[in-house]
Protein backbone atom coordinates (compact mmCIF):
# COMPACT_ATOMS: atom_id res chain seq x y z
CA UNK A 1 0.00 0.00 0.00
CA UNK A 2 1.43 3.48 -0.75
CA UNK A 3 2.16 6.09 2.08
CA UNK A 4 1.18 9.32 2.23
CA UNK A 5 2.99 10.92 -1.06
CA UNK A 6 3.33 15.15 -1.32
CA UNK A 7 4.34 17.12 -4.38
CA UNK A 8 6.35 18.87 -5.33
CA UNK A 9 9.52 17.61 -3.01
CA UNK A 10 10.95 20.24 -3.78
CA UNK A 11 10.63 23.61 -4.95
CA UNK A 12 12.17 27.48 -5.08
CA UNK A 13 9.69 30.37 -5.28
CA UNK A 14 10.63 34.31 -4.97
CA UNK A 15 9.41 36.62 -2.43
CA UNK A 16 5.54 37.94 -2.82
CA UNK A 17 4.90 34.78 -4.97
CA UNK A 18 2.35 31.78 -3.75
CA UNK A 19 2.38 28.12 -3.87
CA UNK A 20 0.27 25.44 -4.04
CA UNK A 21 1.21 21.78 -2.32
CA UNK A 22 -0.32 18.64 -2.49
CA UNK A 23 -1.13 15.71 -0.20
CA UNK A 24 -2.74 12.13 -1.03
CA UNK A 25 -3.40 10.35 2.28
CA UNK A 26 -2.95 6.65 2.63
CA UNK A 27 -6.00 5.10 1.43
CA UNK A 28 -8.73 4.92 4.02
CA UNK A 29 -7.69 7.54 6.01
CA UNK A 30 -9.73 10.56 6.26
CA UNK A 31 -7.90 13.30 8.34
CA UNK A 32 -5.16 15.27 6.94
CA UNK A 33 -2.74 17.76 8.89
CA UNK A 34 -0.25 20.18 8.09
CA UNK A 35 2.97 20.60 9.50
CA UNK A 36 6.02 23.92 8.84
CA UNK A 37 9.25 22.30 10.13
CA UNK A 38 11.94 25.05 9.92
CA UNK A 39 15.31 23.97 9.60
CA UNK A 40 16.67 22.85 13.10
CA UNK A 41 13.82 22.58 14.73
CA UNK A 42 10.45 20.50 15.34
CA UNK A 43 7.05 20.45 12.94
CA UNK A 44 4.70 22.95 13.69
CA UNK A 45 0.99 22.45 13.58
CA UNK A 46 -0.45 24.52 10.65
CA UNK A 47 -4.35 23.03 9.93
CA UNK A 48 -5.89 19.73 10.34
CA UNK A 49 -8.98 18.61 8.11
CA UNK A 50 -11.30 16.07 8.58
CA UNK A 51 -14.17 14.80 6.10
CA UNK A 52 -13.16 17.94 4.22
CA UNK A 53 -14.03 20.74 7.41
CA UNK A 54 -11.05 22.63 8.89
CA UNK A 55 -10.51 20.85 12.59
CA UNK A 56 -7.97 22.67 13.82
CA UNK A 57 -5.80 25.34 13.23
CA UNK A 58 -2.20 26.08 14.46
CA UNK A 59 -1.02 30.04 14.57
CA UNK A 60 -0.01 31.17 11.36
CA UNK A 61 -0.80 34.03 9.17
CA UNK A 62 -3.84 34.06 6.58
CA UNK A 63 -1.21 34.11 4.49
CA UNK A 64 -1.58 30.08 5.01
CA UNK A 65 -4.91 27.96 3.98
CA UNK A 66 -5.73 24.53 3.19
CA UNK A 67 -8.91 22.46 1.90
CA UNK A 68 -9.35 18.70 1.23
CA UNK A 69 -10.87 17.42 -1.49
CA UNK A 70 -14.12 14.45 -1.71
CA UNK A 71 -11.10 12.47 -2.16
CA UNK A 72 -9.24 13.02 1.06
CA UNK A 73 -6.45 14.72 -0.39
CA UNK A 74 -5.49 17.74 0.56
CA UNK A 75 -3.84 21.49 -0.71
CA UNK A 76 -1.70 23.64 1.32
CA UNK A 77 -1.75 27.41 -0.10
CA UNK A 78 0.49 29.97 1.13
CA UNK A 79 -0.09 33.71 -0.34
CA UNK A 80 2.50 36.30 -0.81
CA UNK A 81 5.83 34.53 0.31
CA UNK A 82 8.01 35.38 2.77
CA UNK A 83 11.78 34.59 3.16
CA UNK A 84 10.83 33.25 6.40
CA UNK A 85 8.15 30.61 4.39
CA UNK A 86 11.39 28.70 3.65
CA UNK A 87 10.60 24.99 5.28
CA UNK A 88 9.98 21.14 5.03
CA UNK A 89 6.03 21.25 4.63
CA UNK A 90 5.47 17.43 6.11
CA UNK A 91 1.71 16.45 5.75
CA UNK A 92 0.36 13.68 7.78
CA UNK A 93 -2.98 11.14 7.30
CA UNK A 94 -4.72 9.49 10.08
CA UNK A 95 -7.76 7.16 10.04
CA UNK A 96 -9.80 9.58 12.48
CA UNK A 97 -9.58 13.45 13.95
CA UNK A 98 -7.72 12.67 16.81
CA UNK A 99 -4.41 12.77 17.43
CA UNK A 100 -3.87 9.18 17.30
CA UNK A 101 -1.35 7.55 15.09
CA UNK A 102 0.15 9.73 12.08
CA UNK A 103 1.50 8.71 8.88
CA UNK A 104 3.85 11.38 7.51
CA UNK A 105 4.73 11.75 3.70
CA UNK A 106 8.37 13.31 3.27
CA UNK A 107 7.75 16.78 2.70
CA UNK A 108 7.85 19.52 0.37
CA UNK A 109 10.96 21.12 0.46
CA UNK A 110 10.20 25.08 -0.38
CA UNK A 111 12.50 27.44 -0.75
CA UNK A 112 11.92 30.92 -1.05
CA UNK A 113 14.59 33.43 -2.36
CA UNK B 1 0.41 27.64 24.08
CA UNK B 2 1.55 24.75 25.20
CA UNK B 3 5.45 23.37 24.78
CA UNK B 4 7.71 20.87 24.89
CA UNK B 5 11.00 21.27 25.50
CA UNK B 6 14.02 18.86 24.71
CA UNK B 7 17.20 18.24 25.72
CA UNK B 8 20.03 17.61 25.16
CA UNK B 9 19.44 19.36 21.38
CA UNK B 10 22.85 17.59 20.22
CA UNK B 11 24.05 14.18 21.63
CA UNK B 12 27.19 12.93 19.39
CA UNK B 13 28.42 9.29 21.26
CA UNK B 14 30.09 6.03 20.48
CA UNK B 15 28.40 2.89 19.56
CA UNK B 16 28.00 0.49 22.60
CA UNK B 17 27.19 4.12 24.74
CA UNK B 18 23.95 4.43 26.39
CA UNK B 19 21.92 7.81 25.87
CA UNK B 20 18.80 9.40 27.33
CA UNK B 21 16.51 11.94 25.95
CA UNK B 22 14.09 14.25 28.03
CA UNK B 23 10.94 15.99 26.82
CA UNK B 24 9.52 18.16 29.09
CA UNK B 25 6.24 20.62 29.65
CA UNK B 26 4.54 22.77 31.99
CA UNK B 27 1.13 21.44 30.10
CA UNK B 28 -0.57 17.92 30.90
CA UNK B 29 -0.63 16.11 27.57
CA UNK B 30 -3.55 13.58 27.25
CA UNK B 31 -1.04 11.03 25.55
CA UNK B 32 2.63 11.70 24.01
CA UNK B 33 4.67 10.19 20.94
CA UNK B 34 8.14 9.72 20.46
CA UNK B 35 9.07 9.82 16.25
CA UNK B 36 12.72 9.35 14.49
CA UNK B 37 13.32 11.62 11.60
CA UNK B 38 16.32 10.75 9.14
CA UNK B 39 17.41 13.38 6.64
CA UNK B 40 14.97 14.14 3.48
CA UNK B 41 11.97 12.30 5.38
CA UNK B 42 8.75 12.78 7.14
CA UNK B 43 8.96 11.75 10.98
CA UNK B 44 7.94 8.43 11.50
CA UNK B 45 5.99 6.84 14.99
CA UNK B 46 8.04 5.13 17.44
CA UNK B 47 5.61 4.98 20.13
CA UNK B 48 2.55 6.00 21.85
CA UNK B 49 2.55 6.38 25.48
CA UNK B 50 -0.91 7.53 27.27
CA UNK B 51 -0.97 6.62 30.81
CA UNK B 52 0.52 7.96 33.90
CA UNK B 53 3.85 6.24 34.66
CA UNK B 54 3.32 4.51 31.45
CA UNK B 55 7.08 2.74 30.52
CA UNK B 56 6.97 0.98 27.23
CA UNK B 57 10.16 -1.29 25.20
CA UNK B 58 11.02 -1.48 21.64
CA UNK B 59 14.16 -3.57 21.05
CA UNK B 60 16.69 -1.38 23.17
CA UNK B 61 14.59 1.69 23.36
CA UNK B 62 12.48 2.61 26.32
CA UNK B 63 9.61 5.26 26.68
CA UNK B 64 8.46 6.16 29.91
CA UNK B 65 5.65 8.98 30.56
CA UNK B 66 6.30 10.89 33.58
CA UNK B 67 3.47 10.28 36.60
CA UNK B 68 1.77 13.90 35.85
CA UNK B 69 2.13 13.22 32.19
CA UNK B 70 3.94 16.75 31.53
CA UNK B 71 7.39 14.97 30.67
CA UNK B 72 8.96 12.00 29.00
CA UNK B 73 12.08 10.44 28.55
CA UNK B 74 13.12 7.56 25.72
CA UNK B 75 16.80 6.17 27.17
CA UNK B 76 18.62 3.60 24.24
CA UNK B 77 21.00 1.04 25.64
CA UNK B 78 23.90 -0.14 23.84
CA UNK B 79 23.44 2.52 20.60
CA UNK B 80 24.34 1.47 17.62
CA UNK B 81 25.24 3.51 14.05
CA UNK B 82 21.61 3.03 12.88
CA UNK B 83 20.20 5.16 15.49
CA UNK B 84 21.80 7.99 14.24
CA UNK B 85 18.49 10.46 13.35
CA UNK B 86 16.56 13.52 14.92
CA UNK B 87 14.36 12.16 17.56
CA UNK B 88 11.20 14.30 17.95
CA UNK B 89 8.77 13.99 21.11
CA UNK B 90 5.32 15.78 20.55
CA UNK B 91 2.18 15.59 23.08
CA UNK B 92 -1.35 16.02 22.38
CA UNK B 93 -4.23 17.23 23.98
CA UNK B 94 -7.58 16.50 24.63
CA UNK B 95 -10.37 19.46 23.08
CA UNK B 96 -13.36 18.99 25.07
CA UNK B 97 -12.51 15.05 24.69
CA UNK B 98 -11.87 15.22 20.76
CA UNK B 99 -8.36 16.00 20.03
CA UNK B 100 -7.94 17.15 16.81
CA UNK B 101 -5.07 15.77 15.47
CA UNK B 102 -2.23 18.80 16.45
CA UNK B 103 0.59 17.74 18.24
CA UNK B 104 2.75 19.54 19.88
CA UNK B 105 6.83 18.90 19.00
CA UNK B 106 9.87 19.24 20.47
CA UNK B 107 12.56 20.69 18.68
CA UNK B 108 14.49 17.26 18.57
CA UNK B 109 17.04 16.25 19.66
CA UNK B 110 19.70 15.21 17.00
CA UNK B 111 21.53 11.91 17.80
CA UNK B 112 24.69 10.44 16.36
CA UNK B 113 26.54 7.58 17.18
CA UNK B 114 29.98 6.65 16.23
CA UNK B 115 30.90 3.51 15.00
Known amino acids: DAGVTQSPTHLIKTRGQHVTLRCSPISGHKSVSWYQQVLGQGPQFIFQ???????GRGNFPDRFSARQFPNYSSELNVNALLLGDSALYLC????????????FGEGSRLTVL | TQLLEQSPQFLSIQEGENLTVYCNSS?????LQWYRQEPGEGPVLLVT?????EVKKLKRLTFQFGDARKDSSLHITAAQPGDTGLYLC???????????????FGQGTILTVHP
Open chain 2, 27 to 31: SVFSS
Open chain 2, 49 to 53: VVTGG
Open chain 1, 49 to 55: YYEKEER
Open chain 1, 92 to 103: ASSLGPGAGELF
Open chain 2, 90 to 104: AGAINAGGTSYGKLT
